[in-house]
């Protein structure tokens, strides 16, 4: 089975950058978002395996994107990204119902292991 994951950034570089790095791996990317309410649109839309999301972004940030899929979706299966890697983010991030966190720039490496470690691999 091909894990199916849904990438979400505001900045179009970061995104594919994250998505050449999961095609190479034989991951699928479903869909892309700019912002939170269109991450929780795709999301109940694509029902990704996993999603991974930045958390500052316009007009709803990863964090609140996060609390709405959660509510519908208490299964999802996200890591949250961020260039600022402080722990009060990480901590909120994970309190909302973050399952992992990646720090900005990536490492393609650490990436792929967080994923499959996440989608139980």
Known sequence: ???????????????TVLKNFLIKHNFEVVGEAANGEKAV?????????????DI???????????????????????????????SQMILEAIQAGAKDFIVKPFQEDLVIEKIKKNLGM
Do not use: H, N, W
């Open 1 to 15: 089975m091909v894990a199916k994951i849904l990438i979400v950034d505001d900045a179009a570089f970061m995104r």
């Open 41 to 53: 649109f795709k999301y109940k839309e694509l029902r990704p395996d996993l999603v991974i999301m």
């Open 56 to 86: 500052t972004m316009p007009d709803m940030d990863g964090l609140e994107a996060v609390k709405e899929i959660k509510k519908s979706f208490p299964e999802a299966k996200i890591i949250m990204c961020s260039a600022m890697g402080q």
